[in-house]
């Protein structure tokens, strides 16, 4: 299940945002509180991986990825209850996620999965 952190606590996640490798600019600036958007981690107590998502739309993965974390990215993605309007543009250069997309048939644009 994905955990949306509440933003008071988003600077504790300044430091995994810094690990992005596809750019910083996004992640930091949500964790820092200077542009809008979310971050949602795969575990209350264990915040080795990240998802920011802006509300732009981009998201970025960041830290350690395990199945069932990638299978909750890939439920958000889909929004199939419709319950979130906003595009999903997800940023990674992780080679076990873009293969996972690839295979989920999600177009991949260089970094980007597009819908």
Same mark, same amino acid.
Do not use: C, D, M
């Given at each position: 299940m994905l955990y949306k952190i509440n933003p008071l606590m988003y600077p504790d996640f300044v430091s995994i945002a810094n690990t992005q490798q596809c750019g910083k600019v996004y992640p930091l600036s949500i964790a820092e509180g200077i542009q809008e958007g979310e971050i949602f981690t795969y575990s209350k107590e264990d915040y080795s991986n990240a998802? $920011?998502?802006?509300?732009s739309g981009f998201a970025y993965l960041s830290g350690n990825f395990n199945e069932c974390f990638v299978e909750e990215i890939y439920a958000l993605l889909l929004n199939k209850n419709k319950s979130n309007s906003r595009r999903f543009l997800l940023m990674t250069d992780d080679k076990f996620m873009q293969d996972y997309f690839?295979?989920?048939?999600?177009?991949? $644009?260089?970094?980007?999965v597009f819908i």
């Open positions: 998802l $920011f998502w802006a509300h690839k295979s989920k048939k999600k177009y991949l $644009f260089g970094e980007t």
